[in-house]
């Protein structure tokens, strides 16, 4: 049974989708780093591509991702042309093995069709692939037709996210983002028609004018269109990082309390509707890839969020992408101006990020397994290291805290999440963070 905790829940601490987080990023690393790593990966090594398009047909409001509106057609052309020569450029550094590619954004569908065809056809070609990688897509169903599905499903692509986020009308028109069920009904027909049949979705809490019942009818409506995975994401309100965002009165947001509670009735019905729970906001049904990945510990976390992601490294292409590395997170110039004049004069596109030290790495596998597993066995991971548990023991007063609040409960250098602390799973994971001391940095709340 879990309870909200204004104390814990309304902490800001990062989404650890990388460890060090993007807030450790330093111009001090750049396009060298991030050739001399392509050209350490071994030869074959399984490798997954994240592609950004950092263009939408409709901005939303709520919305915290680099993105813009298209403008002149020729600019998605242009942009396209610069992908495909950053990736010509990789590959000539790199002799790994290409096992999966995701397409974010953005929207991916704000190209048109031919445009996604084209791109997909020579990263296929460009890199070393396998026979049949897996590709997925996140898409804006406003934006989705019969025949773009069809052009996705000749492209290969073998899973696609939609972006739903509430099908309450007034919620809609307060995030800037119209869109009925009807649309979304449509779209996930269109993608099974297609041959695409495995469909996620995304939805969301803590929205402008939300409440209990809101998520409630939510969620009984994506319900009915059986999606594989569903993803609910706390909305961060960050205005002044995130300028679109002063669209949205801060004075209809729910209360800490409230947003806690729309957070636990998603798990509930869910979870009683036969969903796995993957992680703390992540949900697929039993036998789906991510719910066999968590049961047999192959989960793993990354700026995707929850993935079981076949690659050993992520390459990011596109304006603002993040490439991960075991000994480097490097991201691209998140500006399409600067990042085309680096590819076009030759270079790679990384222009900030971290070299990860040993410590680095064994703090960010600590996060991530209790993150995937629930629970972390300190001294087996100190050990992979030639190191004592006691390398963690900065950790420890923070672990402590929240031991003593039942939010985890440790036995020696075993860590694990109790069921109250599931939803502040976030919180134990910043106890490991050497850059935090529970105030520094702008994140979102962790719940």
């Not at 066995?377 to 023991?393: C, H, K, N, S, V």
């Not at 672990?399 to 919180?427: C, F, K, M, N």
Request: with cysteine; glycine share 10%; net charge neutral.
């Amino acid at each position: 049974m879990t309870r909200y905790m204004p104390g814990f829940a309304d902490r800001a601490v990062p989404r650890y989708t990388s460890y060090p987080t993007a807030a450790e990023f330093t111009a001090a690393v750049g396009f060298r780093h991030q050739a001399g790593a392509l050209r350490e990966l071994p030869p074959g090594m399984p490798v997954s591509l994240y592609v950004h398009i950092p263009y939408c047909r409709e901005i939303c409001f709520y919305c915290a991702c680099n993105t813009g509106r298209i403008g002149a057609p020729e600019r998605l052309e242009r942009y396209v042309d610069t992908v495909m020569r950053e990736a010509s450029l990789m590959a000539e550094h790199m002799r790994a093995r290409v096992v999966s590619m995701h397409f974010g954004g953005g929207s991916p569908n704000a190209l048109d069709p031919g445009q996604f065809e084209r791109l997909v056809a020579h990263l296929r070609t460009t890199f070393a692939c396998t026979m049949s990688p897996e590709i997925a897509v996140e898409l804006d169903p406003r934006t989705l037709d019969r025949p773009y599905a069809e052009a996705l499903a000749r492209a290969g692509v073998t899973r696609a996210s939609l972006g739903v986020q509430t099908f309450a009308p007034n919620i809609q028109r307060a995030i800037g983002r119209w869109q009925p069920y009807e649309r979304v009904f449509d779209a996930v027909g269109d993608l099974r028609h297609a041959g695409i049949g495995r469909v996620s979705f995304d939805l969301m809490y803590g929205l402008p004018h939300q409440s209990i019942d809101d998520v409630r009818d939510t969620i009984s409506a994506a319900l009915q269109l059986q999606p594989d995975r569903i993803s609910m994401f706390g909305y961060a309100h960050v205005p002044s990082i995130q300028p679109r965002q002063r669209a949205i009165d801060a004075s209809t947001l729910p209360d800490g309390e409230t947003r806690f509670a729309q957070s636990e009735l998603a798990f509930s019905l869910l979870t009683s509707a036969g969903f796995s729970p993957i992680g703390f906001d992540h949900f697929a049904r039993p036998g789906d890839p991510l719910a066999h990945a968590a049961e047999t510990g192959r989960l793993r976390r990354n700026f995707q969020g929850f993935t079981n992601e076949p690659g050993q490294a992520v390459l990011g292409l596109g304006a603002s992408a993040i490439s991960q590395f075991d000994g480097l997170l490097l991201q691209n110039h998140k500006h399409e101006g600067a990042y085309r004049k680096a590819i076009m004069a030759g270079d790679l596109a990384g222009c900030r990020g971290v070299v990860r030290t040993a410590d680095d790495r064994m703090r960010g596998q600590a996060i991530e397994r209790l993150l995937c597993d629930g629970a972390v066995d300190l001294d087996a991971i100190a050990g992979e290291y030639g190191r004592q548990p006691q390398a963690f023991a900065s950790a420890l007063p923070r672990l402590s805290e929240l031991d003593h609040a039942g939010l985890i409960e440790q036995a020696g250098w075993t860590v694990r999440i109790t069921a109250l602390g599931r939803p502040y799973a976030r919180l134990a994971a910043s106890a490991f963070d050497s850059a935090r001391d529970g105030s520094a940095g702008q994140f979102s709340r962790a719940i």
